[in-house]
């Protein structure tokens, strides 16, 4: 992705899971906003962004981080969310047995204490494989790679999400259902 590309992309990060305050808008409840809406408030407020680059990051990220609505008209990212309110009504999904999170040493005390927690997210992101995890964790420092038993957690009762991007998220992984390296 060329630098303004991926400034676009930061920017809709911020505004599609985090902050939609910064430009005056309000995600609906299931985290979309109407584009020609987000455009408009975007340049009013001072970020310059286009159609046709809005597409273009939708269209060429890697990660498929946003989607557009079936008429096209809105456009919402698929995972991350901090908004406290977005409910992705994604339909609860059984998953693989087992999946992976990518963390770094430092967080593994409180880990095994706690098991993973949500932190500033709506949900825990789980990775289906150990390349991805491993992408995950490295974003941090060296990567650390924790085995998590989802299908026992099934099982068990917890609930899991599947991302339109693939990303598996869920609201909290207790310590018994972990594995460490
Ligand atoms: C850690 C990116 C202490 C957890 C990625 C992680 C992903 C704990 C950090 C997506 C803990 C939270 C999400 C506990 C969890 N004690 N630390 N009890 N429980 N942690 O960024 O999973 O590029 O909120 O290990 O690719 O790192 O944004 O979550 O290190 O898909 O599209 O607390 O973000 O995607 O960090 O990353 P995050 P994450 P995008």
Not at 55 to 76: I, N, P, Q, Y
């Amino acid at each position: 992705m060329n630098t303004n590309l991926t400034r676009t992309s930061k920017f809709l990060s911020l505004v599609l899971r985090h902050r939609p305050e910064v430009i005056g808008l309000r995600l609906d409840a299931e985290g979309w906003l109407d584009i020609n809406e987000l455009i408009a408030s975007a340049n009013q407020r001072g970020t310059a962004i286009t159609l046709e680059q809005l597409h273009e990051v939708v269209a060429t990220c890697e990660k498929r981080r946003f989607a557009l609505s079936d008429d096209g008209l809105r456009v919402r990212a698929n995972q991350g969310h901090s908004v406290a309110d977005v409910e992705l009504n994604l339909p609860s999904t059984q998953p693989p047995d087992q999946l992976f999170h990518g963390t770094v040493a430092v967080f593994l005390d409180s880990i095994r204490e706690q098991g993973l927690r949500r932190r500033s997210r709506n949900h825990v992101h789980l990775s289906a494989d150990r390349e991805t995890a491993t992408k995950v964790g490295s974003r941090r420092g060296v990567p650390v790679i924790l085995a998590v038993n989802a299908g026992e957690m099934n099982d068990a009762g917890h609930v899991f999400y599947r991302s339109a991007n693939g990303v598996w998220l869920t609201n909290h992984v207790p310590p018994r259902f972990l594995a460490f390296p």
